[in-house]
């Protein structure tokens, strides 16, 4: 599975989040259809006025049109442009973002006791009056060569929907390199314009050495363009990042995740 984000996985809560607006209009216009024929049953009651509407078809349909209106305001207004739910998938933002199953997916990955994927909430307003900030979780369309899923498959590559967290903003140069953690043990670090960065949020320190893919900013700087980004998982020895890929263009991003909804256990606001 490509490490990153999921809107459309199996399950109500994602099903519901990612209906298309084609859907949308279908159901709404069949619901429009059942509240009209549900006004039309007349009242047999001996007390009627002619043209009253059965009470109990009456009260339905009520029903019927607050949802009409509920659903047209959440999937057609707030959904494309102000927020949208998504499914955590995989580990490459562990811990902050949880995202594995029970077991082990291969050797290199640990066995899990449990199971847990976090769902979000993702603020697509944020950057429409504001940019992109260094540390923000944010979520976007990568381009195709971060597809390695699909091309090591042999099939097309695809722009998947991924989330990492933004290290560099253009014109920062970002350089991974080596040095020792507090134990004196080797490993890599991020140095964003020659300062290495202090990066509590990972879940372990950067293997030394590092993996031969990752070409963009590994032992060599690079200098990013405005409106170029580089983004990293916070798992960063189990994340296809942009140390694989390369740099992200800004109009790809989508918003910020802002939201943890559940689990119920881990709800909190993101940072």
Do not use: C
């Not at 976090?118 to 940019?131: A, G, P, Q, T």
């Not at 979520?139 to 590559?157: S, T, Y």
């Not at 990972?202 to 990752?214: F, G, R, Y």
């Not at 960063?236 to 992200?248: A, I, K, M, T």
């Amino acid at each position: 599975m490509n490490p990153g984000l999921n809107p459309s996985d199996t399950g109500a809560a994602e099903l519901l989040a990612n209906l298309s607006i084609q859907t949308i209009v279908l159901v709404a216009f069949a619901l429009t259809l059942m509240r009209s024929m549900l006004l039309s049953i007349k009242s047999r009651s001996a007390h009627a006025k002619p043209g009253d509407v059965n009470p109990t078809s009456r009260g339905i349909a009520e029903i019927l049109e607050s949802l009409i209106i509920a659903g047209v305001l959440v999937f057609l207004i707030i959904r494309p442009f102000f927020v949208q739910a998504f499914f955590i998938p995989s580990e490459s933002m562990e811990p902050t973002l949880m995202g594995h199953d029970q077991g082990s997916e291969h050797d290199l990955t640990p066995s899990h006791e449990d199971s847990i994927h976090d769902h979000i909430f993702v603020n697509k307003l944020v950057y429409r009056y504001s940019e992109p900030k260094h540390g923000d979780i944010i979520v976007f369309k990568a381009p195709l060569q971060a597809d390695a899923e699909d091309l090591n498959a042999g099939r097309p590559q695809r722009e998947n929907i991924l989330i990492k967290r933004l290290i560099g903003i253009g014109p920062d140069t970002i350089e991974v390199k080596e040095g020792t953690t507090k134990d004196g043990k080797p490993a890599y670090f991020v140095y964003r314009n020659n300062v290495r960065l202090d990066e509590p949020y990972i879940k372990e320190p950067l293997s030394d050495p590092q993996s031969p893919q990752a070409i963009f900013a590994v032992n060599q700087p690079l200098h990013l363009q405005r409106g170029q980004l580089f983004v990293m998982g916070d798992n960063r020895n189990n994340s296809n990042d942009s140390r694989y890929w390369g740099v992200l263009d800004r109009s790809r991003v989508i918003g910020k995740a802002s939201l943890i909804f559940f689990p119920v256990n881990r709800i909190r606001v993101l940072h």
